[in-house]
């Protein structure tokens, strides 16, 4: 029914985009050629292509719970991180991916969205600019596609997972798609700053191939002013039709785009 999907990035809620693909995947014969994610959203593709998806949920949800805080003060002044996020996300990849990681290298084409800062700005301000810009969009702005990011000169590159030699490279890759200073370290890829793929886009259609088809984006958020459902064409009468359903409290939902 959909030869692309988009997976949207949002941490944790994007677990309900494993429930939605148990649920309906075989019913509707959703066998994807390209998908497209962003930092979350891209780990959970990758966790349904291997068949690893349900168990990521009882993996998580173990390591979650033996968790105790989300800032750990008293590291401020020790070698262990203040924010536990990267190592549980770090040693969840390796966990989950080692054994099964050939798998993904031969299921659908897996392209992964990564941000860049502008070249005109210093690292750092670049970088602190770049949290700014995301939580802005995440609680303020909350555009679909927002263009503050793009204005100030920060754009997406996209990777495809299938050109990773092995799972370590995978891991890198998904990393640098969710890196958020400070919560994470700073990382590079291939040479070049990274920065967490929602802040441009936090749903990366950018990663999909234009031209007709059928494409399913999986949002995980609702969006002011847009209705549980509606549909949106874009270009010409070949160009794609954008048909959204935003995620509800009790009932998770999707965004479709339908290319004409």
């Known amino acids: 029914m959909f030869d692309q999907v988009?997976?949207?990035?949002?941490?944790?809620?994007?677990?309900?985009?494993?429930?939605?693909w148990e649920t309906v995947a075989e019913k509707i014969q959703l066998r994807p050629r390209v998908v497209s994610g962003v930092s979350a959203g891209a780990l959970i593709a990758g966790l349904i292509m291997?068949?690893?998806a349900p168990a990521a949920v009882d993996y998580f949800a173990s390591v979650f719970k033996a968790n105790q805080r989300?800032?750990?003060?008293?590291?401020?002044?020790?070698?262990?991180?203040?924010?536990p996020h990267?190592?549980?996300?770090?040693?969840?990849?390796?966990?989950?991916?080692?054994e099964r990681f050939p798998r993904l290298r031969s299921a659908a084409e897996l392209r992964v969205a990564i941000s860049r800062p502008p070249s005109?700005?210093?690292?750092?301000?670049?970088l602190a600019m770049g949290g700014a810009i995301y939580y802005s969009n995440k609680?303020?702005?909350?555009?679909?596609?927002?263009?503050?990011?793009?204005?100030?000169?920060?754009?997406?590159?996209?990777?495809?997972?299938?050109?990773?030699a092995d799972v370590a490279d995978f891991e890198h890759l998904i990393l640098s798609s969710s890196c958020t200073p400070p919560f994470t370290p700073r990382l590079r890829f291939h040479g070049l700053e990274a920065l967490d793929g929602g802040v441009v886009d936090n749903v990366p259609v950018g990663g999909i191939d234009p031209g007709k088809g059928?494409?399913?984006?999986?949002?995980?958020?609702?969006?002011?002013?847009c209705p549980d459902w509606f549909i949106?064409?874009?270009?010409?009468?070949?160009?794609?039709?954008?048909?959204?359903?935003?995620?509800?409290?009790?009932?998770?939902?999707?965004?479709?785009?339908?290319?004409?």
């Not at 988009?6 to 939605?20: E, K, P």
């Not at 005109?120 to 670049?126: I, N, T, Y």
């Not at 059928?214 to 002013?225: A, E, K, M, Q």
């Not at 949106?232 to 785009?257: A, K, W």
Request: positive net charge; glycine residues 12%; hydrophobic residues 35%.
């Open 6 to 20: 988009v997976f949207a990035g949002g941490g944790g809620r994007c677990t309900w985009q494993i429930g939605f």
């Open 50 to 52: 291997i068949g690893k």
């Open 70 to 83: 989300n800032i750990y003060w008293r590291n401020l002044f020790r070698k262990e991180p203040v924010f």
């Open 86 to 98: 990267y190592d549980i996300y770090r040693n969840g990849i390796r966990a989950l991916f080692s």
């Open 120 to 126: 005109w700005l210093p690292v750092s301000l670049s």
């Open 139 to 164: 609680y303020l702005l909350h555009g679909l596609h927002p263009s503050a990011a793009r204005r100030l000169g920060y754009h997406q590159d996209f990777y495809r997972v299938q050109d990773c």
């Open 214 to 225: 059928r494409v399913l984006i999986l949002l995980t958020r609702r969006y002011p002013g």
């Open 232 to 260: 949106e064409r874009r270009g010409s009468n070949s160009g794609p039709i954008y048909s959204h359903r935003s995620l509800r409290r009790s009932v998770f939902g999707t965004l479709q785009i339908r290319r004409g």
